[in-house]
């Protein structure tokens, strides 16, 4: 053998760089199904499905292509398992494949990379990583973006990424006259609600879904979710469907309401591609060019196609960029110093908080929430409540079957949690149950009171927030975007409300750890 193409799950790309050179004659390509990922963190089953499933969709297209596939399987039997980790798996199949060389595309886990290059050199064999074409920058290219700047501002890199790309730009300048239409993206829903909203496709599975399906059932029935209820996205083809449904259907109300919540609604506008984008079943490309096209037909408002195309050309960029400048020592911050565990309420989703249990029900039914769900509810609580950076990340990525390493430690430990102490965001999101209760119908049909912050129906929203700020007062005091709330924080030790709030906080935290109804 010349070349062994390593495939990981997060690479499904038929067309990959690591296909530029490749001779079915000479090279193969390797993939594994592996316990060990399927548990190092406690995986969603329709996590695991959607991965399992999508690589083995893969598999039977290379071998459409002619090329040949050294794949290694799960079965409902541990007994029958292969070795645990990549590199151990790796290491058992080196000898008997003898490749000249490893070809190998940038995976989204620093640790498999480590892995795999540990393996490589073990049986010097030389190992070649390639630049992930999936994406539009490199990670070379971010780095000498950030090289001598003194903030890192995430608008800052997309406006330059419009810039390069030609995207929605006319005459060197952004269409509209203006390069964010955030402001244009908060509306809330009336009391009527949303209405009808047209669902994402959902696909019946085939049998090789069904395999799948059925392994996870059994192997991994303990874990959280239901393998059962799967019918997600697993070709290209599938991603495709999704993105036009998207664009059809949701696109032209999600700049309005993308950050607007409502009882029920799993989806709201949003666009459910992070899966088939993050797993490369989907090039982000195509997703940026439909959105620019609806608008150029008028299919499409600017706020809406802008809002959408700014998480992908530009949040979506930038936190992989995050990722790959600050690692291995990015998974170590934890600028807050927060050291609780994950709740249990965040593996079962047992709350009267409304919108806690809401968010809970869509992550614990599908694997998915949709970004405010996940920013401004359960990450917000998590953060509140003081869990450890680091273990929100592990649960981010238990939990949400789009979780890749390089997306979800940027965006848990980093935006979310404010572990990194502002790398990814200048301030940390936090807010009280006022926040919620303006944003979303929960609060109308909750036991606690957003408005109070003492007694039994105070919000832990707000109850929390405010022991939030008191107990980390003096490092925000000197952040100018936190001006106002450290004010008000101020202005209620002056007037001795804080007492009570501390006392209702601790007795709060004491029950949340103790799995106590909260």
């Known amino acids: 053998m010349r070349h062994l193409v390593i495939v990981t799950g997060d690479q499904l790309d038929l067309e990959s760089a690591a296909f530029d050179d490749f001779d079915p004659q000479q090279d193969a390509v390797w993939l594994a199904e592996l316990a060990h990922e399927a548990t190092y963190i406690w995986s969603h089953q329709q996590r695991l499905v959607l991965f399992f499933a999508a690589m083995r969709h893969y598999r039977d297209a290379s071998r459409q292509l002619a090329r040949s596939v050294h794949y290694h399987v799960l079965t409902a039997d541990p007994a029958a398992d292969h070795a645990g980790s990549f590199r151990a798996l790796l290491e058992q199949d080196l000898p008997h494949l003898a490749p000249e060389r490893l070809i190998l595309v940038q995976p989204g886990d620093y640790r498999v990379l480590d892995e795999l290059k540990g393996a490589a050199g073990d049986h010097g064999i030389p190992l070649d990583v390639h630049t992930d074409g999936h994406f539009y920058s490199t990670i070379d290219g971010f780095a000498e973006w950030l090289r001598g700047r003194r903030s890192v501002v995430m608008e800052h890199f997309y406006r330059a990424m419009r810039r390069r790309e030609g995207v929605l730009m006319e005459g060197g300048q952004p269409v509209g006259g203006q390069w964010n239409w955030d402001t244009s993206n908060r509306k809330t829903f009336s009391r009527q609600g949303p209405g009808r909203i047209p669902e994402p496709p959902r696909f019946e599975p085939d049998a090789t879904t069904q395999e799948v399906m059925a392994m996870v059932a059994e192997r991994f029935g303990d874990h959280p979710g239901r393998a059962?209820?799967?019918?997600?996205?697993?070709?290209?083809?599938?991603?495709?469907?999704?993105?036009?449904?998207?664009?059809?259907?949701?696109?032209?109300?999600?700049?309005?309401?993308?950050?607007?919540?409502?009882?029920?609604?799993?989806?709201?506008?949003?666009?459910?591609?992070?899966?088939?984008?993050?797993?490369?079943?989907?090039?982000?490309?195509?997703?940026?060019?439909?959105?620019?096209?609806?608008?150029?037909?008028?299919?499409?408002?600017?706020?809406?196609?802008?809002?959408?195309?700014?998480?992908?050309?530009?949040?979506?960029?930038?936190?992989?960029?995050?990722?790959?400048?600050?690692?291995?020592?990015?998974?170590?911050?934890?600028?807050?110093?927060?050291?609780?565990?994950?709740?249990?309420?965040?593996?079962?989703?047992?709350?009267?908080?409304?919108?806690?249990?809401?968010?809970?029900?869509?992550?614990?039914?599908?694997?998915?929430?949709?970004?405010?769900?996940?920013?401004?509810?359960?990450?917000?609580?998590?953060?509140?409540?003081?869990?450890?950076?680091?273990?929100?990340?592990?649960?981010?990525?238990?939990?949400?079957?789009?979780?890749?390493?390089?997306?979800?430690?940027?965006?848990?430990?980093?935006?979310?949690?404010?572990?990194?102490?502002?790398?990814?965001?200048?301030?940390?999101?936090?807010?009280?149950?006022?926040?919620?209760?303006?944003?979303?119908?929960?609060?109308?049909?909750?036991?606690?009171?957003?408005?109070?912050?003492?007694?039994?129906?105070?919000?832990?929203?707000?109850?929390?927030?405010?022991?939030?700020?008191?107990?980390?007062?003096?490092?925000?005091?000197?952040?100018?975007?936190?001006?106002?709330?450290?004010?008000?924080?101020?202005?209620?030790?002056?007037?001795?409300?804080?007492?009570?709030?501390?006392?209702?906080?601790d007795e709060l935290s004491a029950r949340i750890r103790n799995d106590e109804r909260v």
């Open 228 to 505: 059962a209820d799967f019918v997600g996205a697993v070709t290209p083809e599938q991603a495709r469907e999704v993105l036009a449904a998207f664009v059809r259907d949701r696109l032209a109300q999600f700049g309005d309401y993308q950050d607007a919540l409502w009882g029920g609604e799993r989806s709201v506008y949003h666009s459910e591609l992070s899966a088939v984008l993050n797993l490369h079943l989907l090039d982000p490309r195509e997703a940026v060019d439909a959105a620019e096209t609806a608008y150029q037909r008028g299919e499409a408002p600017l706020n809406a196609v802008e809002g959408f195309i700014r998480q992908i050309l530009g949040w979506r960029e930038f936190v992989r960029g995050i990722y790959w400048a600050h690692m291995p020592d990015y998974a170590e911050h934890n600028a807050l110093d927060h050291q609780e565990a994950i709740p249990p309420l965040m593996w079962h989703g047992q709350s009267d908080m409304a919108c806690v249990a809401d968010a809970m029900g869509n992550v614990l039914e599908r694997g998915y929430a949709h970004h405010i769900q996940r920013l401004m509810v359960l990450g917000l609580f998590a953060q509140l409540y003081g869990v450890h950076p680091y273990a929100f990340h592990e649960w981010h990525m238990a939990m949400y079957r789009d979780a890749v390493d390089w997306v979800s430690l940027p965006n848990a430990l980093g935006m979310s949690q404010y572990g990194d102490g502002g790398i990814v965001g200048s301030k940390p999101y936090c807010a009280s149950g006022a926040y919620i209760q303006r944003m979303s119908n929960h609060c109308a049909h909750c036991r606690y009171d957003p408005a109070k912050a003492e007694g039994d129906d105070a919000c832990p929203f707000t109850t929390l927030y405010w022991h939030f700020l008191d107990r980390h007062a003096e490092a925000f005091r000197g952040n100018r975007r936190l001006t106002f709330q450290i004010r008000n924080l101020d202005k209620r030790r002056e007037q001795g409300r804080m007492d009570g709030v501390r006392q209702r906080a």
